[in-house]
Nanobody
């Protein structure tokens, strides 16, 4: 059973930047594509970015394209999401998970964008 631990969230002003991280337990991390998802209050969880198992291919939701960058370090079993030019509508709990078939969900990390 892979366990996921997200970290790095916080409160940031509009236009600011934040990097969130997700550490996975176990040795199978490098075999799987990974995604970053987010869920805002009252909304469904949505996929915002994904990366191939080797890190050579990435894809983004239109709402974050050009502002967010996903990366991974397979030696550390960690996936990152660099978020720039943050907007209030980016406020949500951010989760990572395998793509397309997720493992169990971690606790997520809260990102709040507000002045």
């Amino acid at each position: 059973q892979v366990q996921l631990v997200e970290s790095g969230g916080g409160l940031v002003q509009p236009g600011g930047s934040l990097r969130v991280s997700c550490a996975a337990s176990g040795s199978i991390f490098s075999n799987y594509a990974m995604g970053w998802y987010r869920q805002a209050p009252g909304k469904e969880r949505e996929l915002v970015a994904r990366i191939s198992s080797g890190g050579y291919w990435t894809n983004y939701a239109d709402s974050v394209k050009g502002r967010f960058a996903i990366s991974r370090d397979n030696a550390k079993s960690t996936v990152y999401l660099q978020m720039n030019s943050l907007k209030p509508e980016d406020s949500a709990v951010y989760y990572c998970n395998a793509f397309p078939i997720p493992w169990g969900w971690g606790q997520g990390t809260q990102v709040s964008v507000s002045s």
